[in-house]
């Protein structure tokens, strides 16, 4: 995502400027995305010694190193991450120089990847596929041409974005009259999806559906404060104003009321006292 603006808020500043921003991600956004990818792993064959995988969309390199978690003896994988965000690639590449893992980074868009022809035996775009242009074909496109024939592709959307609606009312709110931009596509029942993976090239007889939750949790005490990262990550989403600096913990204070009282949010008192909010 780009969060670059005009007028960041200070605050904002601190925490999603440079390498914060890759740990304000995974303290929100990317508790979410790790689960859906380590789920997802659950689904597939083992994974063969030699296998060839593309960590599409990359991020930090969730996926990869929900694979590398998941498989710590495994020979002989070969990895390659790509997405556009440098300040993402070059923390997995920091992880990767520091454990010797077996992943090359590289910065490429989903829509033209430096790969050839039936070069991967798994490609997984993992909460990526809707950033793509044309709606996502031209991802699925080359997720399609990239993949060895009987390889092996994952991609997955979000039925339910728990965040959209909270964060549009605090937007609408404090920033009355100016636009939010909302997805001009309805991903949500996993039609559209399907879809971009038939005009691909994929044959519908050899997908397979699948559907999963995740929820990000925080305990009461530091509700606030995951509530303010997540603003912090998305409040630009709407497009940074002057007055956000000013009227920050108003934002704040609001985006919590409105995930407390959302149907997304579900809050337990049992053991961990905790408040559970899928993002
Ligand atoms: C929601 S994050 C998911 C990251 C990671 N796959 C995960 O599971 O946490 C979406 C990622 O897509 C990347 N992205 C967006 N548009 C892209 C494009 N056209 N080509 C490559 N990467 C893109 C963003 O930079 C971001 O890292």
Request: proline share 5%; glycine share 8%; aromatic share 10%.
């Amino acid at each position: 995502m780009n969060i670059d603006s005009v007028h960041l808020p200070k605050q904002a500043k601190a925490l999603v400027e440079g390498q914060n921003k890759v740990s304000t991600y995974e303290s929100t956004g990317g508790i979410v995305t790790s689960q859906f990818a380590a789920h997802n792993l659950t689904l597939l064959s083992p994974i063969p010694s030699g296998s060839i995988i593309h960590d599409n969309t990359c991020g930090s390199g969730t996926v990869t190193r929900a694979i590398l978690s998941a498989n710590p003896s495994a020979s002989n994988l070969q990895f390659h991450a790509t997405d556009t965000d440098q300040v993402f690639l070059d923390a997995l590449q920091k992880d990767i120089s520091a454990h010797s893992w077996p992943v090359t980074v590289a910065n490429a868009k989903s829509e033209a990847l430096p790969f050839s022809d039936d070069y991967f035996t798994h490609s997984i775009t993992n909460i990526g596929i809707f950033f793509t242009s044309s709606a996502g074909v031209d991802g699925a496109k080359e997720i399609y041409r990239t993949l060895q024939p009987g390889g092996t592709a994952v991609v997955n959307c979000w039925e339910f974005v728990a965040w959209f609606l909270p964060l549009k009312t605090v937007h609408d709110a404090l920033r009355p009259g100016k636009p939010f931009p909302a997805p001009t596509i309805n991903w949500s029942d996993g039609q559209q999806l399907q879809k971009v993976m038939q005009e691909a090239g994929f044959a519908q007889d050899k997908m397979r559906l699948e559907k999963s939750e995740a929820w990000a949790s925080t305990k009461e005490e530091d509700f606030w404060a995951w509530a303010e990262k997540t603003w912090a990550y998305l409040g630009g989403v709407g497009v940074w104003q002057e007055s956000d600096e000013e009227r920050w913990g108003e934002a704040v204070d609001m985006l919590v009321k409105i995930l407390k009282e959302q149907k997304g949010t579900k809050i337990e008192n049992g053991e961990g006292d905790g408040r559970v909010c899928p993002i």
